[in-house]
């Protein structure tokens, strides 16, 4: 991969201008995931003002799922097409547009219309995980710059950036004052707090407009014709599918309703939940960091497992605690080591891809999950309304623990590029990037 096609885009590319891209892309990221995260508090919270039981909000979180799926889907296959850019640019503002109905507007059927377009409750929690369906073209346009050797380090800080965002965010869900307010009087208790999230979702477009895309090699050029499903590394996709599948299962019981949980299970409003969210950020920021190297002690796929199988079994205390400020605890640590594979998975699946397929199987590869995250909401909302608030979290476990040993049985074997060929120190002529 280093001696490949693919290698001549970055062989080409100028030291500063590479620091400007990712400097561009890495404020990007810090200011959607500050929407994504005050969505993530405020959208869950709003609608159970409004009635909402954990049934009706399990509704709107499949329809919210389906629809990334199929968004993500087109941008992969679409962004090996015709460029990165353009996605980075329309997505924010379609999310940007989408917390302005909720700002506005008392309908229903309009919140869930805009609750779907701008991915509302996909991944939720502390808010730092995925930033919206362009991501794949995030991903691609990020290795596409950057050195093998520093692939790792440079999904580790654009995480990492994501966890400032979603401290900000976090932190900015306090704006929505009141809870356990009347329905007609929720629109105005969170009204500031949703036009908030749309001024940081409309800056990350914006910012977006500035990033230039790099010229490709004749063997890289863009195919032309219908988008096809990627053939060269359909191996990696299925195996991918197979762990990605049982992970939507689990992320579909606890993400989008995790807030809620906190609200029905200790009566916790925006400011202490966006209090705690803030917390869980400012803690577990650093182990994003800290990826890259437990990845080169460990290795990158032993690495990913064991962080997954870790995550699992630290639901149980969280589930089993007392009080919020105990729940809150748990879950910190809970989130500390998680975010500690969340850049190296991003990572691994560019990384394997062929050159001509990295965003397509970047997309693909989530299809599965974001389906199977839209069919366990319904299963999750019965169960909270039903027999337990904590059951869906523990069923989740069971999931996660399963996904890491699948991970680790898939992909033992197939290491990155990085530790199977020395790590060159950057080029005399160019500088390592920023």
């Not at 990221?29 to 049934?55: H, K």
């Not at 389906?66 to 889907?73: E, F, I, T």
Request: aromatic fraction near 10%; proline fraction near 7%; glycine fraction near 8%.
């Amino acid at each position: 991969m280093t001696t490949g096609p693919a290698s001549k885009i970055r062989e080409a590319l100028n030291p500063s201008w590479v620091n400007r891209t990712l400097t561009l892309v890495w404020s990007a990221r810090v200011s959607m995931s500050a929407g994504r995260a005050l969505a993530g508090v405020i959208a869950p919270l709003y609608l159970a003002e409004l009635g909402f039981t954990g049934f009706k909000l399990g509704e709107l979180f499949v329809a919210v799922a389906l629809v990334s799926a199929l968004m993500s889907a087109s941008v992969g296959i679409l962004s090996d097409r015709i460029g990165r850019k353009p996605f980075l640019v329309a997505f924010p503002i379609i999310t940007s547009g989408a917390a302005v109905v909720f700002a506005t507007i008392h309908s229903v059927p309009l919140l869930f219309l805009a609750a779907a377009a701008g991915s509302f409750g996909r991944g939720s929690g502390a808010g730092a995980g995925a930033v919206g369906p362009y991501q794949p073209a995030e991903s691609a346009l990020v290795t596409e710059v950057t050195p093998s050797y520093w692939r790792n380090t440079a999904f580790g800080r654009l995480q990492f950036g994501s966890s400032i965002g979603a401290l900000v965010g976090s932190l900015l869900a306090m704006l929505a004052h009141a809870h356990n307010v009347s329905p007609n009087a929720a629109l105005a208790a969170f009204r500031m707090a949703f036009l908030a999230t749309a001024l940081v979702s409309l800056i990350a477009g914006l910012l977006a407009v500035f990033i230039s895309e790099p010229e490709r090699p004749s063997e890289l050029a863009r195919p032309k014709g219908r988008p096809r499903l990627p053939v060269k590394s359909r191996t990696l996709l299925m195996r991918l599918w197979a762990t990605n599948s049982v992970n939507g299962l689990a992320v579909g019981m606890i993400g989008p309703f995790l807030t809620y949980w906190f609200y029905r299970r200790f009566g916790a409003g925006p400011k202490e939940i966006g209090l705690l969210y803030a917390a869980v950020n400012a803690v577990s920021m650093s182990s994003t960091l800290s990826a890259a190297g437990l990845a080169r002690k460990w290795g990158l796929v032993r690495t990913v497992a064991i962080v997954r199988a870790l995550t699992a079994l630290l639901i149980v205390p969280m589930v089993l605690a007392p009080t919020f400020i105990l729940a809150g605890v748990a879950y910190m640590f809970r989130m500390v080591v998680q975010r500690a594979g969340m850049p190296l998975r991003q990572s691994y699946v560019v990384a394997m891809a062929d050159p001509e397929e990295r965003s397509s199987v970047a997309a693909l590869s989530n299809v599965p999950s974001q389906v199977a995250m839209g069919l366990s909401p319904l299963a999750a909302g019965y169960l909270i309304d039903e027999v337990s608030l904590s059951i869906p979290f523990e069923i989740a476990g069971v999931f996660q623990l399963m996904n890491g040993a699948l991970y680790w049985y898939f992909f033992r074997n197939m290491p990155p590029v990085e530790e199977i060929e020395p790590a060159p120190g950057p080029p005399a002529s160019h500088e390592e990037p920023a």
